[in-house]
């Protein structure tokens, strides 16, 4: 790959990650939530309840930083730690009723914004940008983060 297309897919990353984040601080009708914060009630939505090792290696975190993210998700009454039944020692982390509301709300606030964004593509467009975005989920998610 020559360097010129490197470059243009470097800053076009970084162009879509500020502009998700942008995006995301406009969002009024949803909980305060931090990117780790809401990554961490992504990761137990979707996985059900974690144990605070997995969650942090979900988040890509220590354990003490994945429980400080809990806690917060805790006093917001979005989270809850609940014992481990397959080991009395340990807890997992479960989302409560409104974590889940919650859950729900983000999720469903995000797929109406993109709907909206790709009515201004082709359908050839749109199949072209899934088939990318798969790509680039796979690869990124079969090598460790690098510096940069």
């Known amino acids: ?86 080991d009395a020692r340990a807890v997992r982390v479960a989302l409560t009723a409104a974590g889940k509301r919650e859950r729900e709300r983000r999720r469903k606030r995000f797929v109406e914004a993109l709907e909206r964004l790709m009515q201004e593509l082709s359908d050839d467009e749109r199949r072209q940008l899934v088939a990318s975005l798969e790509t680039l989920s796979r690869l990124l998610a079969t090598r460790p983060p690098s510096g940069g």
Do not use: C, H, Y
């Not at 974690?50 to 975190?61: C, I, K, S, T």
């Open 1 to 86: 790959m020559n360097p010129e297309d490197l470059e243009r897919m470097a800053d076009g990353i970084v162009r879509l990650r500020a502009e998700i984040l942008r995006r995301r601080e406009d969002e009024q009708d949803t909980a305060d939530l931090t990117s780790p914060q809401a990554l961490a009630l992504r990761a137990v939505a979707l996985q059900g309840p974690l144990r605070m090792g997995a969650l942090a290696e979900e988040l890509g975190v220590t354990v003490a930083t994945a429980s400080r993210t809990v806690d917060a998700l805790e006093e917001r009454g979005l989270a809850s730690r609940e014992p481990d039944p397959d």
